[in-house]
C-alpha cells in the first residue's frame, strides 16, 4: 500500500470522547491519532455506505429511452 501524505490537525473535543480515546489507545497499544484515525476510517466507510444507498433509489426519469439515444447518436455521427 502506498505511503499516505499525512497532515496535523488541531480538534476540541469533548472530555469524555478524549478519555476514551486514550483509554482505547492504552488497552490497544496504539497511538491516540490511530484510533482517531480508524474511527473517522470507520465514519467515512458509513457514510459511503448511507450515500450509495441513496443513490440506489435515485429514479432517472429525465433520460432518453434507447430509441431516443439512437436517433441522437446518429445524428451527431
Same mark, same amino acid.
Given at each position: @500500500?502506498?505511503? =499516505?501524505n499525512? %497532515? *496535523?490537525? /488541531?480538534?476540541?473535543? +469533548?472530555?469524555?470522547?478524549?478519555?476514551e480515546? *486514550?483509554?482505547?489507545? &492504552?488497552? %490497544?497499544? #496504539? /497511538?491516540?491519532s /490511530?484510533?482517531?484515525?480508524?474511527?473517522? #476510517? $470507520?465514519?467515512?466507510? @458509513? *457514510? $459511503? &455506505?448511507a450515500?450509495?444507498k441513496? =443513490? /440506489?433509489v $435515485? #429514479?432517472?426519469d429525465?433520460? +432518453?429511452?434507447?430509441? &431516443?439515444?439512437?436517433?441522437?447518436?446518429? #445524428?451527431?455521427?
Amino acid at each position: @500500500m502506498p505511503t =499516505l501524505n499525512r %497532515e *496535523r490537525v /488541531s480538534a476540541t473535543l +469533548p472530555a469524555y470522547l478524549v478519555d476514551e480515546m *486514550r483509554e482505547v489507545a &492504552e488497552s %490497544e497499544n #496504539k /497511538s491516540q491519532s /490511530s484510533v482517531l484515525e480508524q474511527a473517522l #476510517k $470507520l465514519w467515512f466507510q @458509513m *457514510r $459511503l &455506505e448511507a450515500d450509495a444507498k441513496a =443513490l /440506489s433509489v $435515485l #429514479k432517472f426519469d429525465d433520460l +432518453p429511452t434507447e430509441d &431516443e439515444w439512437l436517433a441522437i447518436g446518429s #445524428k451527431i455521427a
